[in-house]
């Protein structure tokens, strides 16, 4: 069995000899990729968590630190995830080929390999997982990103004459959507300077309570700015789900299709 001195020498034999060849592992990952994320940055730091572990230090948490570090790199160079691990699997295993070498000419005992497999895996590992963390953030900031401009194309504010706009509903109304509305409407309807908004439901598929909600504080909220809302086009199967759910769009002012909701108001403001 290995004395604590002895165990101490062989792991710095293993960590100095990393030191010697960070660079030959470097350029043979590099001799793969031409898009290489920056190895030469990390590849030291790697030794440094290594040897940390070795030394019973805490390693997982300055792991989970390069893991955020690549992450970012291979984001800012529109490196796919896929490519990324592929990467940091080749530097894992380039590492253990280094480290089997060590072993045999260094003669190193079982007890001091496994040492190193229980810093180097998890080392590994936490590094893949903070990447993988970092780029399915990404593309659940920009799925968002894109999801909120649909929506609001979805829904746009169309100016027909000046002072009056039609809003269209088209298709599902979900919360997300209404709530879109709530905080788009009346930054569109202000600046376009209208007097007049009607939104048009003729393409709504269904509208319930929490929607309809929404759509009265669009209303209360333009007519406290002085933009009157009219509803025209609620389907007849829209109109029976909106009573059965005791909603009730009595108080605003309503008209069956959008033609007759245009030509009757714009008659009657000539």
Not at 2 to 8: P, V
Not at 166 to 188: A, C, F, N, Y
Not at 215 to 244: A, C, H, N, W, Y
Request: glycine letters at 4%; a negative charge.
């Amino acid at each position: 069995m290995e004395h604590k001195g002895d165990s101490e020498k062989k792991h710095n034999i293993v960590v100095n000899k990393l030191r010697e060849i960070n660079i030959e592992i470097y350029d043979e990952v590099k001799s793969y990729y031409q898009d290489t994320i920056e190895l030469n940055v990390v590849i030291d730091e790697l030794v440094e968590l290594v040897s940390q572990g070795l030394e019973s230090k805490e390693f997982i948490g300055p792991a989970e630190l390069l893991g955020v570090k690549i992450g970012k790199m291979t984001l800012k160079n529109d490196m796919k995830l896929d490519t990324a691990i592929e990467q940091i699997t080749d530097v894992r295993r380039l590492f253990w080929q280094k480290i089997r070498s060590i072993v045999l000419v260094s003669e190193l005992s079982i007890d001091t390999v496994l040492a190193i497999s229980d810093v180097f895996n998890p080392v590994f590992d936490r590094i893949i997982y903070a990447v993988s963390t970092m780029h399915n953030k990404s593309f659940k900031e920009s799925f968002e990103r894109q999801e909120e401009e649909l929506l609001r194309l979805s829904a746009p504010v169309v100016p027909i004459i000046d002072g009056f706009a039609v809003l269209p509903i088209v298709g599902e109304m979900t919360e997300k959507r209404s709530e879109l509305l709530m905080r788009t409407v009346l930054q569109e309807a202000t600046a376009q300077e209208l007097e007049y908004l009607f939104i048009d439901l003729s393409g709504a598929m269904i509208i319930d309570t929490l929607i309809a909600n929404n759509l009265f504080k669009i209303v209360d909220t333009l007519e406290l700015v002085g933009i009157k809302t009219i509803l025209s086009g609620i389907r007849p199967e829209v109109s029976q789900t909106m009573v059965s759910l005791g909603v009730n769009f009595n108080r605003i002012e309503k008209y069956n299709t959008l033609r007759h909701a245009l030509s009757s108001y714009v008659t009657i403001n000539k």
